[in-house]
T-cell receptor, first 114, second 112 residues
Framework: DGGITQSPKYLFRKEGQNVTLSCEQNLNHDAMYWYRQDPGQGLRLIYYSQIVNDFQKGDIAEGYSVSREKKESFPLTVTSAQKNPTAFYLC?????????????FGSGTRLTVV | GQQLNQSPQSMFIQEGEDVSMNCTSSSIFNTWLWYKQDPGEGPVLLIALYKAGELTSNGRLTAQFGITRKDSFLNISASIPSDVGIYFCAGQLTGGGNKLTFGTGTQLKVEL
């Protein structure tokens, strides 16, 4: 079955450490996205990539980094520069030329800084 | 970045009641989408709308693309406990590139 997989589901990090969240899709989608969701809040765009080896900052990119070396994979690194990293992180993908089909989302990773 | 205004922000209703929520913007959209997010999961697409005035149903859900192309609404009839979750509208702005703009979400709680 095609889909988008985020791992791990729960992640704990000590303050000052970098951590990488995995996102893999086998839908052959061109574009991939990372969103942050805080409790009771909407979705805020961190980074997005429309093609391999290219990505753009979203609305809240500070303290985060990404790479897009393969079409299937779009990992997100939460760096120690991110002041308040505890949140629910969602990865999504889409067919670039048919955005009217919307995004397919992963099931999310809940990151907690301890 | 721009977000769509959704209302109400949250709703607490009795099982069996009908629910209505809407999404508004000052900008024109050429696609409207409605998603549902279950607790601890990613959003799932419920309904997609492509033309102004379009009315589309999916089971107990009905959504409409506003005539002005600046709004959309979602109705849920005869709510059941599994309708609990956060409902997001999303749209593609005319000339907004290849990204969706998301609403602020409506949290629905259903009382038995």
């Amino acid at each position: 079955d095609g889909g988008i997989t985020q791992s791990p589901k729960y992640l704990f990090r000590k303050e000052g450490q970098n951590v990488t969240l995995s996102c893999e899709q086998n839908l052959n989608h061109d574009a991939m996205y990372w969103y942050r969701q805080d409790p009771g809040q909407g979705l805020r765009l961190i980074y997005y990539s429309q093609i391999v080896n290219d990505f753009q900052k979203g609305d809240i990119a500070e303290g985060y980094s990404v790479s897009r070396e393969k079409k299937e994979s779009f990992p997100l690194t939460v760096t120690s520069a991110q002041k308040n990293p505890t949140a629910f992180y969602l990865c999504a993908s889409s067919i670039q030329v048919r955005l009217s089909y919307g995004y397919t989302f992963g099931s999310g990773t809940r990151l907690t800084v301890v | 970045g721009q977000q769509l205004n959704q209302s109400p922000q949250s709703m607490f209703i009795q099982e069996g009641e009908d629910v209505s929520m809407n999404c508004t913007s000052s900008s024109i959209f050429n696609t409207w989408l409605w998603y549902k997010q279950d607790p601890g999961e990613g959003p799932v697409l419920l309904i997609a709308l492509y033309k102004a005035g379009e009315l589309t149903s999916n089971g107990r859900l009905t959504a409409q693309f506003g005539i002005t192309r600046k709004d959309s609404f979602l109705n849920i009839s005869a709510s059941i406990p599994s309708d609990v979750g956060i409902y997001f509208c999303a749209g593609q702005l005319t000339g907004g590139g290849n990204k969706l703009t998301f609403g602020t979400g409506t949290q629905l709680k259903v009382e038995l």
